[in-house]
């Protein structure tokens, strides 16, 4: 979240932020987790090293501030010799940003190895583990995501909300310390640990198919992470809340999800069959998603005029907040049930553990860099934010199928595989335009006369029922033609001039209303 903040600064269009981002933290959680797989298996201690790597990021991470105005100085130095070239001044921003978050990302990444190697210190079923390790983590960054977007951005400012997550995590990797200091701890002796309650055993070619599934799932996550972002602004009308309540539904889902997944591992029910039916759940979740947030101001409103819920940031806005988070939350829970589950199975006979776990998040990882890239930067100016959402659905679902054909010819799998793609199909006729609901119930009664989306936002001209035609920003006014504001923007452009006595030249900044 704080990155963000400081990252829209240097980019202007958010989208691009939130995009440079995703990716950037995802691959600095990829590079940690290769390299740490590479030798949490071999040491005696990863506790110990799990609590040295949370105080590495809490100092670098309390660096960040410091990082941007270096960042901002490099690109002010190598910008000209772009000469105007906006793709190459992007890429350079983003290069630049990757720097930026490189090492608080790449220690983030080595904690997961490092911490499911100290969870096989107490025996049991290690896709379990997995699976509640990763939960509880979600659990607390839904946590951090609330806070900082509702709390501490507004409430402490950038800087202090800098020291207060450094100090946390400086208060884990200590607390991480001294537990492995303490008479429970053991040196962990090499060698496979099968895992109790183990998933199915699958054969290399079915191993391979889940490291592609999970690629693409990291993709598609990612792809709709933005997308989501994208259209929230239209809702919620703030960049910080958009954000905030795409991560915390994200991660809610995630934990929530995870948590289950364990209880089907130790049920001995995550299957290939069960990965399947998740994977083309999550497809038509993913469609579904807008349909329900498209109906979310039919609902608000008439809850608002049942209950009288009118009236600033008020009861009102937490309903309709509440019913954003709850339209994204089914494909998010369906992510997290969907990781566990191909984990266990990738996991299936215990053999070096952390280093498997490492490769499997990395290329999911890896996958979530290329989705979050592609859809700030290609998707959605190329193609929209609707059919950039319709893209990783179809990633979702087409990932269920080729599960289920990997799987063995049955009546049972031969009528899973009709009935998803059925309900993917439906799902897609009944697909809305959310940019067109929002407007409609927002706007009830105005004529449309144009409108366009662009990377940052989507512009509409309306004309009101007393004939005025208003310009609308993501669905916030902007400017009009009545008389009235047409004598502020003149008013605007004249003062200038009255005030300056002797004016040569004038620069005009404006978002094109055209009055000025």
Sequence with gaps: MLWLRLLALVFGVTVWAASTVLASFMGGLALGSFLAARFADRVREPLRWYGIVEIGIGASALASPVALDAIERSYVAVAPAAGGDLAALTALRVILACVMLLVPTTLMGATLPLVTRAALLRGGGLGERVSLLYATNTAGAIAGALLAGFVLVGGVGIGTSFLIAAALNGAVGIAAIATARGPRSAAVTRGPHPPRGSAEAVGPAVRALLLAVFTVSGFASFTLEVVWFRVLVFYVHAT????????????????????????????????????????????????ASLWLLARSHDVVGRVGAERGLTG????????????????????????GL????GLSLWLADGARAAERVGTFYGLNVLGAIAGSLAAGFVLIPALGSLAALVVAAVLSAASGLAVLAAMRRTRRVLVTALAGALAFVVGLAALPDPFASALERRYAGDELLWREEGVQSTVTVHRRADGARVLYLDGIHQADDTAGLVALQRTIGHLPMILHGEPHRALVVGLGGGGT
């Design 312 to 335: 600033g940031f008020g009861a009102a806005d937490l309903a309709f907040l509440a019913l954003s988070f709850g339209s994204l939350l089914p494909a998010a829970l369906l992510f």
């Design 240 to 287: 910080t809340y958009a954000f905030t309540l795409m991560l915390a539904a994200v991660l809610g889902g995630i934990a929530a999800g995870s948590y289950v997944a364990a209880a089907l591992i130790r049920a001995r029910r995550a299957t290939l069959g069960t990965l399947a039916l998740v994977e083309l759940g999550l497809g038509v979740a993913t469609l």
């Design 338 to 341: 969907a990781f566990p589950i």
